[in-house]
């Protein structure tokens, strides 16, 4: 009976160390304004690892470059954005969750369109797209001409890194 009684401990003890695992790492890997994702067209899972790369979740994040918000988006490229897909641009709202979510994914989803490697989009959203297309168009970076092969600013490179790191996690947890 003491045989039995450990097997189920051990066995209880294991379940409830998985569990908060997993409540840990999905407090750790939230996925918020999941409507604003998901009517998005972006693969929920990219989009929440732009957000946790760019802010971590930070609503009110500002970079010392003036990216504002949970999608570190500068007023520029708002309003680009906002332009390109019809949508109306409100500065004063940039750091407010849900918009800048709806523009960060915007923007996102456009430059998925104009670069067809998720990675190299990636890059254009941190780098910008006119250093992703020079990039491109060096065969020391790139041999086609669609696709990075090397990501010359040590930067970009880490930031790819870490996106791509964070979107397996949302796979993961999420599915």
Known sequence: MRRYAKAVLC??????LACGIALWLRAAYPRPYSDTVEKSGVPPALAYAVMKAESGFCEDAVS????????????????????????????????????NAALGCAYLSYLL???????????AYNAGEGTVRSWLGCAEYSSDGV????????????????????????????G
Not at 113 to 123: K, Y
Not at 162 to 174: G, H, N, P, Q, T
């Open 11 to 16: 066995v209880c003890a294991a379940f409830f």
């Open 64 to 99: 010392r470059a003036g990216a504002v918000g949970i999608m570190q988006l500068k007023p520029s490229t708002a309003e680009f954005i906002c332009l390109k897909k019809g949508i109306p641009y409100f500065p004063e709202r940039l750091a407010e969750g849900a918009y």
């Open 113 to 123: 369109g104009r670069f067809p490697d998720e990675q190299t989009a990636v890059c």
């Open 147 to 174: 696709v990075l092969d090397a990501i010359p600013f040590p930067e970009t490179r880490a930031y790819a890194k870490k996106v791509a790191d964070f979107r397996k996690f949302y796979e993961i947890l999420y």
